[in-house]
């Protein structure tokens, strides 16, 4: 993986979305170690800032992260920044004129955007700001509808709405190099999805776990525990070949009640195949097979270069695996050739520990597993995280669910072949406990939620 000194580096700054903030820097972070590029350095990022400023080897670097980003806006070429106009002024002052030449030519044309976070500004504020700029030796001419270059003043009034200073806390100006695929969002959105369950991952955070997985193009990616197939979709939109299995039939064909509201039965072509179709992505698509994840169907051998998957808590859908044909027999009296008739309890700690397992088995060396992992939060520790010596793990981010709740979004890489004795030795006799804790995740989820809904009927009484 490439590496470079601080004299090669170009200072980038990153607009972030104020959204899922957690997620934001392992995302740039995949991404960048997806362009085979290892971070240096990196400047602390204020606790929840949209700004960012970072090191970056090349301009076309960055454009490549922004090609693939959710969760950044836009990125510029950094010539100065400061806490006051008067720093700003002098950090562009000492702004190599070299590298600002090539933008500021007689012969281009270029405009001035202004940007405030935390504050509205008028028309004639952001004109006087501009106007300020007037230092700056620009000789083109400006064409406010298509111009060769763009300059971005940005502004900072910090994070308290309540409490926006009248003059920024920071101020950037830089060039624009590109925008992030922050569309995506929309164009992918789950609400005109042709197929969707109860548990349909939300677009935003389904592109956000793909970039954690450094999914690329010819990939293989799997999920086990595929439902509607929305993690499928946003891998396949960046170039993998996508599959999946779920215990669920009647998921994987499309059958049963639609989670539409005013929507009484599934159209006949509600399944995953036609999702990845209404984004043109069919050719992505490899199988979907009902198969329970407890129990893998795949040949030794087989490698996967990104699993990416949302198990079931036990909240919205069943976690459940076939029982054994003997205890199926037991109930029923009858032989179970069939598909998943019988489950029985797949508690959470079996998944995560299956789940950890068939990742270090199955994974290709630098491959990476991308799962939630729901947490009690008052019970919460670093430990309870599971763990694989065949598995790195590269980044947890969380999402809050409730005041008591929440999931954890876990990156983890392969990084050391698996060896027979990794099959069961993965996990020490204290941690299974810790695993084990896992399992009264739905009690105590329930019990939150019985609990606040039973405060907010004596609330709403008083
Ligand atoms: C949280 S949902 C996945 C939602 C999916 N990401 C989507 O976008 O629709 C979990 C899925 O796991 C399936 N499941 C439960 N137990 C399973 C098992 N033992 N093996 C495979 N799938 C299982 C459920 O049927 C459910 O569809």
């Known amino acids: 993986m490439a590496q470079w000194g601080s004299g090669q580096t170009t200072r980038y700054l990153v607009l972030l979305a104020q959204e899922h903030l957690e997620f934001r820097l392992p995302e740039i972070k995949s991404l960048v170690s997806l362009c085979g590029v290892k971070f240096c350095r990196e400047e602390e990022l204020a606790l929840n800032s949209p700004f960012w400023i970072l090191n970056l080897p090349s301009e076309e670097l960055a454009k490549r992260v922004m090609k693939r980003t959710v969760c950044a806006k836009s990125i510029f070429e950094l010539w100065g920044h400061g806490k006051s106009v008067e720093e700003l002024c002098c950090s562009l002052k000492t702004y190599s004129v070299d590298k600002m030449a090539p933008y500021l030519q007689s012969n281009s044309t270029y405009k001035i955007r ?275 010596p065949c598995l790195k793990l590269i980044s947890n981010c969380e999402q809050t669910l409730s005041s008591h709740t929440s999931r954890h979004l876990i990156t983890m890489e392969k990084v050391k072949e698996f060896e027979d004795e990794d099959r069961d030795s993965c996990i020490l006799d204290s941690q299974y406990l810790l695993y084990k804790s896992h399992n009264s995740f739905r009690e105590k989820y329930f019990s939150g939620v019985t609990k606040r809904i039973a405060k907010e009927e004596k609330d709403s009484q008083k």
């Open 114 to 388: 202004v940007h405030a976070f935390n504050k509205t500004l008028t028309q004639e504020e952001k004109v006087q700001k501009i106007d300020f700029l007037e230092f700056l030796p620009f000789k083109g001419k400006v064409n406010l509808k298509n111009p060769d270059h763009i300059f971005w003043l940005l502004e900072d009034y910090g994070m308290n709405p309540n409490k926006i200073p009248e003059k920024p806390l920071n101020l950037y100006f830089g060039r624009w190099i590109a925008n992030g695929q922050r569309d995506l969002i929309e164009s992918y959105s789950v609400k005109r999805r042709h197929f969707i369950g109860n548990t349909s991952m939300d677009a935003c955070l389904a592109f956000i776990m793909a970039n954690h997985g450094k999914i690329k193009p010819n990939d293989v990616v799997f999920d086990p525990f595929v439902g509607t197939g929305g993690l499928l979709i946003a891998s396949a939109h960046f170039g993998a070949y996508v599959c999946g299995t779920d215990i669920d039939y009647s998921t994987i064909h499309g059958l049963g009640k639609p989670s539409r509201k005013n929507q009484k039965w599934r159209q006949p072509d509600e399944n995953i195949r036609a999702n990845l179709r209404q984004y043109g992505l069919e050719k992505h698509y490899l199988d979907v097979l009902v198969s329970d994840a407890s129990k893998p169907i795949w040949r030794k051998g087989m490698q996967f270069d990104g699993i990416i998957t949302d198990p079931p808590y036990g909240i919205r859908e069943a976690s459940r695996r076939i029982g054994s044909p003997k205890e199926m027999a037991k109930v029923t009296g009858k032989s179970t050739e069939n598909h998943v008739s019988n489950p029985s309890a797949y508690h959470l700690s079996d998944i995560l520990f299956d789940l950890l397992k068939f990742a270090a088995e199955y994974l290709v060396i630098g491959g990476r597993l991308v799962y939630w992992l729901p947490v009690y939060k008052p019970e919460y520790t670093e430990e309870i995280i599971p763990r694989h």
